[in-house]
């Protein structure tokens, strides 16, 4: 059963556990289902190719792999502070509709 994450596609995040400890990095793609983030330039392996039509020459090449997103914490885009992401319930003044934000719990910042 997937189930939504603190981490959203875009979002600038850092890596607060394993082998990348330290490293920030945009999120490139979420994978609900495993629990898994897959961030730019951050856990970086070597996949060995054979010969294809699409990469003929064959060989070693360097990728991302995804990591769990437990690792991870939210960058706030005011604050530029990794922080845990609260939910905060608006209504909606043209529609009517509750909405709900992601808030920042340094800084209250919606986003």
């Not at 996949?47 to 991870?72: D, F, L, M, W």
């Amino acid at each position: 059963m997937a189930q939504t994450l603190h981490v959203h596609k875009n979002d600038n995040v850092l890596v607060i556990s394993g082998n990348a400890v330290g490293k920030q990095g945009k999120v490139l793609k979420v994978f609900p289902l495993s629990n898994r983030v897959l961030i730019e330039s951050v856990n970086i392996v070597k996949r060995h190719t054979r010969p294809s039509q699409k990469n003929p020459q064959g060989g070693v090449v360097q990728k991302e792999a995804p990591i769990h997103a437990s690792n991870v914490m939210v960058v706030c885009p005011k604050c530029s502070e990794p922080t845990r992401v609260g939910h905060a319930h608006i209504k909606d003044v043209t529609s009517g509709k509750r909405k709900t934000m992601r808030v920042c719990k340094n800084c209250e910042e919606m986003f």
